[in-house]
């Protein structure tokens, strides 16, 4: 996330990163080529705001090392709520959420990725909004409690969905398939829940009530565990279908 | 599948759209401004190819009652096997399947879409892929063991993966968050799945084994069909998880 964020405002016209802060010398080498670099918090430099990207539980603690007041303090994590004010009379606390899946080694078009934002006040929230104007086409005003919901949502739409990708690719492999042959399923079915509700476009023998197909594939699957996830999801799927029939015939 | 596939050899230059056979007058309108149509087989024309997009189970039915000798004749199931020589003594027989979920209304680039094919001798084969080479860059030689994995293998990419979509908007509905702020990271979650294997790059609470985020998830989770699937798949993850750091330890 932070390599990320860097290169997305490094390249932002309005705004300057003074300083990358990490505690492993070693990865503050990519940055240190563009930026100031420290890991010391008696070397921090003063700034308008402080990104905190750092796992979950080490927040806190970061953020009350920071050395010095009235600053605002922004964090990025989904599932936290603004810092508390009782453990940090002296900031400004803020929550800079771009709501993407990171990794090291794929570049991201960040001007598509929605960033939620949240702040302890009015000014505070519009130097969020700033900043993420800088480096996106989407900002949301977004609660704690949204946020949270959009994390675990994320948790189906991305992390699940990955590992229905990753059964699509162990059959191929299993069958000596070219798991290629599924890229153009995969890219369509994303771009089609981006057009329309995927509620309404669900497709394949569960919601169509295939009893011979579904027979037919559960006799298929050799590994057990890709077999109970398929009775699983075609029984909920099912379950929607007979739901949307009884409010046809109501 | 017959309006994409229409559209596609029509706009396709080696490719002449001889006529569409349906049994449904009204729906036959549509193609009726660009070539012939009928609805009796009476008045079936003479082609080299016979493509037939209908349900599996009338697959054989309509293949029987082309009134034409040595005719090729394909159908675009992912799961049956060429028609039986037994039941088809006088035609010759291939499959010809564009693996991609098609809805009516919309559009597809047919150029990206891989075509699974198959046929009962060499010829046969080179003319079906003459067919899939006049409106796709991609077709594979995949035999019907494998087109029914490919098929299997669907479901999840596919069918599965919307129903994921679908939760998640479901639980931003109930959040008062609009879905569209996961639309991004859909779409970045399937083109990551089409640059790496998907076994490679699992993010999320499960293979992180982050079991304090997973309890807040479980907690945060008011329907129970819901509950019951991230409960499953997490299980499911977390074997994956621990059956790699076995490996890593061995």
């Not at 505690?23 to 890991?39: N, R």
């Amino acid at each position: 996330m932070a390599t990320h964020l860097f290169k997305a405002f490094f390249e932002a016209d309005n705004v300057l990163v003074t300083q990358v802060f990490g505690p492993d010398k070693a990865k503050l080498k990519i940055f240190s080529e563009k930026t100031q670099t420290t890991d010391s918090y008696d070397n921090l430099s003063e700034a308008d705001v402080y990104l905190i990207c750092v796992k979950d539980d080490v927040i806190e603690e970061v953020a009350s090392k920071i050395p010095f007041q009235h600053k605002l303090i922004a964090h990025t994590s989904g599932s936290l709520p603004l810092l508390n004010p009782k453990d940090h009379p002296t900031s400004r606390n803020g929550v800079f959420y771009p709501l993407q899946t990171f990794s090291k080694h794929t570049e991201v078009d960040f001007k598509s990725i929605p960033i939620c934002l949240e702040a302890d006040d009015k000014h505070n929230y519009q130097l969020l909004k700033t900043l993420a104007e800088a480096i996106s086409e989407k900002n949301y005003n977004i609660s704690t409690a949204q946020r949270k919901s959009l994390h675990l949502a994320a948790v189906f739409a991305c992390n699940f969905t990955n590992y229905m990708y990753r059964i699509g690719e162990e059959i191929c492999k299993e069958n000596h398939v070219p798991f290629d042959i599924l890229h153009a399923l995969i890219t369509e079915t994303a771009r089609k829940a981006t057009l329309d509700s995927p509620s309404k476009i669900q497709t394949g023998p569960a919601i169509r009530d295939d009893k011979k197909t579904i027979e037919t594939h559960l006799n298929q699957l050799e590994n057990s565990d890709f077999k109970e996830i398929y009775i699983l999801l075609t029984r909920k799927i099912r379950l929607l279908s007979s739901k949307r029939k009884n409010k046809e015939e109501m």
